[in-house]
């Protein structure tokens, strides 16, 4: 289970922390990533991290204002993943999704297994 959490309204310029707990599986052993879907567009790819923690990737949109961590608690089915979101542009409201991949970590999220329910951002003035 995916649980997302940390959105709400913020002006541009803000910053806002995403977290995502998931709990009921191993989720240490999975990639996992942060998706967005704005009004009448498409989900999108935003940011993931490998299940180590040593690699991270991001959408080109994103890089350099957006950061996604995570903390991997060993032998238990609790984990928690972050998306740090700074300089916010109106552009970034969306509903965003975290999701856990057991493969990689994707920017193609036909690959990812489990979904979260979304946490809506919106950033306006």
């Known amino acids: 289970q995916l649980v997302e959490s940390g959105g709400g309204l913020v002006q541009p310029g803000g910053s806002l922390r995403l977290s995502c707990a998931a709990s009921g599986r191993t989720f240490s052993n999975y990639a996992m990533g942060w998706f967005r879907q704005a009004p009448g567009k498409d989900r999108e790819f935003v940011a993931a991290i490998d299940w180590s923690a040593t690699a991270t990737y991001y959408a080109d949109s994103v890089k350099g204002r957006f950061t996604i961590s995570r903390d991997n608690a060993k032998n238990t089915a609790k984990n928690t993943v972050y998306l740090q979101m700074n300089s916010l542009k109106p552009e970034d409201t969306a509903v965003y999704y975290c999701?856990?991949?057991?493969?990689?970590?994707?920017?193609?999220?036909?690959?990812?297994?489990?979904w979260g329910q979304g946490t809506q951002v919106t950033v306006s003035s």
């Open positions: 999701a856990a991949d057991y493969t990689s970590a994707s920017s193609n999220q036909r690959e990812y297994d489990y």
